[in-house]
T-cell receptor
């Protein structure tokens, strides 16, 4: 699976959009970009995933660059409950199962 | 509500003792997974199962065992052969084992050694 690089930490004001970047410059054509988040002492929560196209769901939007070497997770209106560690991961397609490998992630702190 | 239930939330093991962690899902998912998370580290896959009565070793299966006798249940046994069992254990499930199907997690079991 391709390696991902994320900033160690980011801050965001409550009510503003949080834009979390992720670099995956070695991604292959059949690898998916996934985003999860984890609040301390809880299990990871799935947020969104995509292959080539931008995706949006009730939680967030995922913007993938045309060359697929980077992506941005957008939380449109951050709340205090969005404070968590956010993981960007790449999952290989074309295999029989999807193994998740989390890196260090980005600690997002939402301030009042 | 549909979801994944792990129990207990906290578990203590004595030296030489086997312990079993429970994972139950009512999402009708075929695939289930066990991961281990150590402080400051990412997830490591212990075992996974894509269908009832079948399971495969992950990256760190030594000292662990599983069974998948029912679709909704995937218990993990930490045996005495696992020399460093203190960790946060996470169970996940997905509709199928395909890479384009997101995995959904339970809230974990924290295992400590007495």
């Amino acid at each position: 699976d391709a390696k991902t690089t994320q900033p160690t930490s980011m801050d965001c004001a409550e009510g503003r959009a949080a834009n979390l970047p992720c670099n995956h410059s070695t991604i292959s054509g059949n690898e998916y970009v996934y985003w999860y988040r984890q609040i301390h002492s809880q299990g990871p929560q799935y947020i969104i995933h995509g292959l080539k196209n931008n995706e949006t769901n009730e939680m967030a939007s995922l913007i993938i660059t045309e060359d697929r070497k980077s992506s941005t997770l957008i939380l449109p209106h951050a709340t205090l409950r969005d404070t968590a560690v956010y993981y960007c991961i790449v999952v290989a397609g074309g295999t029989s199962y999807g193994k998740l490998t989390f890196g260090q992630g980005t600690i997002l702190t939402v301030h009042p | 509500d549909g979801g994944i239930t792990q129990s207990p939330k906290y578990l203590f093991r004595k030296e030489g003792q086997n312990v079993t962690l429970s994972c139950e899902q009512n999402l009708n998912h075929d695939a289930m997974y066990w991961y281990r998370q150590d402080p400051g580290q990412g997830l490591r896959l212990i075992y996974y199962s894509q269908i009832v009565n079948d399971f495969q070793k992950g990256d760190i299966a030594e000292g662990y065992s599983v069974s998948r006798e029912k679709k909704e249940s995937f218990p993990l046994t930490v045996t005495s052969a696992q020399k460093n069992p203190t960790a946060f254990y996470l169970c996940a499930s997905s509709i199928t084992g395909a890479p384009d199907q997101p995995q959904h997690f339970g809230d974990g079991t924290r295992l400590s050694i007495l």
